[in-house]
């Protein structure tokens, strides 16, 4: 069951993200006039919000229950590539050989950090 939390988090942290920058490209607006502080902000960018709010719930259930130098590295590992795949389909967003090598590299040292010592 927490194997299954700890992917719904990095999917919904991934989301989050992919989601607010997809939003905001769609126009945001913070500011400050005549005294009263107004933010405007679009519904996609809000779901982004609301997923990534939503994962530091899980995130807090996680490393309440797995050891930290492992959950961490492990968890943001796999956001990286999600956001930069997320980044790719989504966003329309290059991808280069640095990517890949570093993503690649990454997925390696995840695989590494969960096998059992």
Same mark, same amino acid.
């Given at each position: 069951m927490l194997y299954l *939390?700890? +992917? $719904?988090? $990095? =999917?919904l942290s991934a989301s989050g993200l992919v989601l607010f920058k997809l939003g905001s490209q769609k126009g945001m607006e913070i500011g400050i006039s005549?005294?009263?502080f107004h933010f405007k902000i679009g519904i996609v960018s809000l779901l982004g919000m609301v997923c990534y709010i939503m994962s530091f719930v899980l995130y807090l259930i996680l490393v309440s229950k797995f050891d930290l130098n492992k959950i961490y590295p492990i968890t943001t590992g796999c956001i990286f +590539?999600?956001?930069? =795949?997320?980044?790719f =389909? +989504? *966003?329309?967003?290059? $991808?280069g050989i640095v990517q890949i090598i570093g993503?690649?590299? $990454? =997925?390696i040292g995840v695989v590494l *950090?969960? *096998?059992k010592q």
């Open positions: *939390l700890s +992917v $719904i988090y $990095i =999917l005549a005294g009263v +590539v999600c956001v930069m =795949l997320g980044s =389909l +989504v *966003l329309k967003e290059n $991808i993503s690649a590299a $990454i =997925l *950090l969960a *096998l």
